[in-house]
């Protein structure tokens, strides 16, 4: 959806099925995708079901049961250090003291990081448009403000792995906004960005991928138009004439939808005349059958696919457990 200008296939962060017991209960059972230079990866499922257990795993706050993290090629468990320098988290957010400046901030946050002088400092701030309010103390700050004084300080040593615990909550509609025109800057500029969320509409607006998990275990992985295009969705149909291309559609094993009122949009519905038919597929399936309709002299006015939500998809995955 986005075009990136450094995107590459260099993996910076790699899970292989991590696994975490507590007590007698697999928290997370089965966990395992990668994230590229680059992009921006969501981190998708309702409460509870092990999205921060995995990220603690991630950044060696738990220790999983099984399973590898490693991230560019380092093993988080085996090279700790040289693994987690690479890694920008607001996960357990380093406490910011509100009597001070955000530049005051950022500098003791500095302190336990080499390598770290002023420039850099003011780099981060710039970066994170903090810049015009960075002397101000930061208990005059947004949540929004404050929000990106915790991503500056992550991004304070350089890393090549950001992770995003929930990084809208809170905010307003406009300080959202924001944070995602932000993130998908620092995606452009080559960061891997790692992003939780319990909020399906927002990984589908933000996210390159997605990694769908429920119940400790990974649903699914891939582009989110992916998932969306091979899941089953509603397709609408100006065919002329209409009753011979219903038959031919029924022909086609294809199934039509009855009570139309009842699963699409009124809006949606109003944009055709009466003649329209709905029908309920795979919308992958229509580039195979529109050729076969006008094959067969039907006139194709018109043919649009009803994008489920992401919300519908993870409901058919799921079978409508626990997803808010
Ligand atoms: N230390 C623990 N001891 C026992 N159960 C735990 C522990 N940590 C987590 N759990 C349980 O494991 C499940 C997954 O928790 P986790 O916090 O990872 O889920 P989540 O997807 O992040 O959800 P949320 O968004 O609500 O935090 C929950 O049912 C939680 O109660």
Redesign the pocket.
């Known amino acids: 959806m986005h075009h990136r200008t450094k995107t590459n296939d260099e993996i910076i962060l790699s899970v292989e099925h991590l696994k975490k017991r ?2 007698k ?1 697999w ?1 997370v059972q089965d966990v395992s995708f990668e994230v590229k230079a680059g992009e921006i990866f969501g981190f998708l ?1 309702p ?8 990220i603690r795993m991630l950044v060696d706050l738990i220790r999983p049961t099984e399973g590898q993290v490693a991230i560019c090629g380092f093993d988080v468990q085996k090279d700790p250090e040289r693994a987690l320098s690479l890694v920008g988290s607001i996960v357990e957010n380093p406490e910011v003291y509100t009597y001070l400046t955000g530049w005051e901030n950022l500098e003791q946050f500095a302190r336990m990081m080499p390598g770290i002088d002023a420039a850099r400092i003011q780099e981060v701030a710039d970066l994170v448009g903090l810049d015009q309010r960075i002397h101000d103390k930061v208990r005059t700050y947004s949540l929004g403000m404050r929000q990106r004084l915790g991503i500056a300080q992550a991004l304070l040593g350089r890393p090549k792995l950001l992770i995003l615990d929930e990084p809208t909550n809170g905010l307003d509609p406009k300080g959202i906004k924001e944070m995602r025109s932000f993130i998908r800057l620092l995606a452009k500029e080559g960061l891997a960005v790692f992003v939780s969320s ?1 909020l399906l509409s927002e990984i589908q607006v933000l996210c390159d991928r997605v990694a769908i998990i429920s119940r400790g275990r990974v649903l699914a992985v891939g582009a989110v138009h992916e998932l969306l295009d091979s899941s089953t969705g509603y397709v609408v149909w100006e065919l002329e004439p209409s009753s011979t291309g219903e038959e031919m559609l029924a022909d086609l094993g294809i199934s039509i939808v009855q009570n139309v009122d009842e699963v699409l949009d009124d809006a949606i519905i109003a944009g055709f005349g009466g003649e329209a038919i709905v029908t309920q597929m795979q919308v992958d399936q229509i580039a195979d059958i529109v050729p076969r309709l006008v094959s067969s002299g039907l006139q194709v006015r018109s043919v649009q696919k009803v994008i489920p939500t992401l919300e519908q998809l993870f409901l058919e995955m799921t079978d409508g457990e626990g997803v808010e």
């Open positions: 507590i007590g209960r928290i499922g409460n509870g079901a092990g999205k921060t257990t995995t319990h």
